[in-house]
């Protein structure tokens, strides 16, 4: 059994910072990892993958340059850092596990184990 819980969500101005944090247990020993995001009304989509070496990261195109994912394996925690938020990125952020021990997906169905998720909100 996987759990995975999502904290640092919260409100902040336009332009500000979030880390988030994605606190792991069960078997992820090897597994890259994921953030998602879900706003009010669109589907969930992808915004950052990383491996288990952390020497791989892959980016939605929205978020380059601004967000930054990272994991700490010895905390069994995956971060993401966020920073010029605009409000756009209000949403719902969730954290996943690669559902294979190989490459970086982009796809909901690259991943089976799933967060609850953490809300974030940026105001303009």
């Known amino acids: 059994q996987v759990q995975l819980v999502e904290s640092g969500g919260g409100l902040v101005q336009d332009g500000g910072s979030l880390r988030l944090s994605c606190a792991a247990s069960g078997r992820t020993f090897g597994y890259p990892m994921g953030w998602f995001r879900q706003a009010p009304g669109k589907e969930r989509e992808f915004v950052a993958a990383?491996?288990?070496?952390?020497?791989?990261?892959r980016y939605a195109d929205f978020v380059k340059g601004r967000f930054t994912i990272s994991r700490d394996n010895a905390k069994n925690t995956v971060y993401l850092q966020m920073n010029s938020l605009k409000p756009e990125d209000t949403a719902v952020y969730f954290c996943a596990r690669e559902r294979t021990n190989y490459g970086l997906g982009s796809d909901l169905r690259d991943y089976d184990y799933w967060g609850q998720g953490t809300q974030v909100t940026v105001s303009s």
């Open positions: 990383i491996s288990w070496s952390g020497r791989s990261t």
